[in-house]
């Protein structure tokens, strides 16, 4: 039986490379690896998010302002055989980069459904009710102070959405302060949101719907689908397919953004091969102590097929998302002029936002989670408190990214409520994540104490 390698040995080679990260040169030591572990800190790409966004306002009402607007009002054009595109880079960017946003969201949500939370009833109730809550309450009330007809009415979703990012980064600044079955809560909650976004954006922000490009779309999907059955596994067919979902989808009038979507909950969440497989052919292949070519590639794919495509696709662009779309997302959209804070508290497209957000999305979870628990529909997490439920709920109220997003389909042509409206989601984020912290270090005081007086 063979000797199996010294742990010191496989060490030392890790730090002479291959990985240069992990290796001891200057570089590494001091730029790379403090790096890595920072992006593996939870709050990380929140922070990120928020450095871009105070990096938009900054510019935006600097002497500079007027570069920020040439910036992102030059436009890019693509212009290949019947292919013509025209956009500003701003919306390139809101209408191209963030598919990759709504890819990885689409990619949860499925991953959800079929291994996580959401595949529970009884785990995924209180969440789904509280979420539904969360979103009908600050509607309701955007609506009540901007009613149908009026010139803000088209904005009641804006304060529907919460921010994953941001409300993951409250979380991990209060670290073990906060129970896992309430963060897990926060977060199955969220993602239930951003269903309830996502399907607001499809039926409510949708204009000009061209049912010829819809139906194009459809059947691109439709060959993805195909495609998986056949059994084709060429990465190139998928991202073939996926970019013309995405134009057929901007052609249609629906919002190109959805593609990722649409495309992420196609993605299959059950790995193709169980664990056993490859480990049973590694074992066979390696009793010659030696690897040839074709034994290699065939244990790469088995050993690939293992983990599910949703996985391995989480694993991959996750990063990308929180550490680049987003940030690049915060900084095309959050520069807006701040001349005009004080109305956002006087006039009702910008008071209907920061209510909603503030007030209605712990109000709306709070209540309609205490209905659930009372009828028996649902219980409240272990070791969550109502008091921390309100909390959650108060960080639940960070609307920024989705909340943003939606304000630029919310007023087409009227740049002054467009910019009324960010305005009040910046402040309305910023007031639900201080009330949040302070909820919720209030209402886990107690396990502090207890945690102290076990320690001691």
Do not use: C
């Amino acid at each position: 039986m063979a000797t199996p390698p010294d742990r010191s040995r496989l060490d030392d080679l890790w730090r002479a490379g291959p990985v240069y990260s992990a290796s001891d040169k200057p570089l590494a030591r001091l730029v790379a690896r403090p790096v890595r572990e920072f992006l593996r800190v939870e709050a990380a790409g929140s922070i990120l998010l928020l450095i871009a966004a105070a990096a938009a306002l900054i510019w935006a009402n600097s002497a500079w302002a007027s570069s920020y607007d040439a910036l992102w009002h030059a436009h890019l054009t693509i212009d290949v055989g019947p292919l013509h595109l025209d956009e500003s880079l701003q919306h390139w960017v809101n209408d191209a980069l963030m598919v990759i946003f709504f890819f990885v969201v689409g990619l949860e949500i499925k991953y959800e459904l079929v291994n996580g939370d959401l595949r529970d009833p009884r785990t995924a109730a209180l969440p789904i009710v509280a979420a539904v809550g969360g979103m009908v309450v600050p509607a309701g009330i955007y609506l009540a102070l901007n009613p149908p007809g009026s010139e803000g009415s088209a904005g009641w979703g804006i304060p529907m959405a919460t921010d994953i990012a941001f409300a993951v980064g409250v979380l991990g600044v209060l670290g073990r302060r906060i129970p896992s079955a309430a963060r897990l809560f926060l977060l199955t909650l969220a993602i239930v949101d951003d269903i309830g976004a996502i399907l607001v954006i499809a039926v409510f922000y949708t204009s000009d719907l061209s049912l010829t490009w819809l139906a194009i779309a459809l059947g691109l999907l439709a060959a993805m689908v195909a495609a998986r059955l056949l059994r084709v596994w060429a990465i190139v067919v998928y991202a073939i397919l996926g970019v013309g979902v995405w134009f057929a989808l901007l052609e249609s009038g629906v919002h190109a953004t959805l593609a990722g979507v649409a495309i992420g909950l196609l993605a299959p969440a059950k790995p193709l091969l169980k664990e056993e497989v490859a480990r049973d052919y590694a074992s066979r292949a390696l009793r010659d102590h030696h690897l040839n070519p074709d034994e290699l590639a065939r244990l790469r794919f088995l050993l690939k097929e293992s983990v599910s495509v949703v996985e391995r696709l989480i694993s991959t662009l996750h990063p990308l998302s929180a550490y680049v779309v987003l940030p690049v997302f915060a900084l095309a959209n959050a520069g807006v002029e701040l001349g005009a804070i004080g109305e956002v508290f006087t006039e009702p497209v910008g008071l209907g936002i920061v209510l909603g957000l503030v007030l209605g999305k712990p109000v709306g979870i709070v209540a309609t989670s205490f209905v659930a628990v009372r009828l028996g529909i649902a219980k409240l997490p272990e070791d969550t408190s109502w008091p921390m439920v309100a909390g959650l709920g108060a960080v639940a109220g960070i609307g920024f990214t989705v909340s943003i997003f939606i304000a630029g389909l919310s007023f087409p042509g009227a740049d002054l409520l467009t910019e009324e409206a960010k305005i009040a989601i910046l402040m309305a984020s910023l007031i639900a994540a201080v009330l949040g912290v302070v909820l919720l270090l209030a209402s886990t005081r107690h396990r502090r104490t207890a945690s102290s007086d076990a320690d001691g």
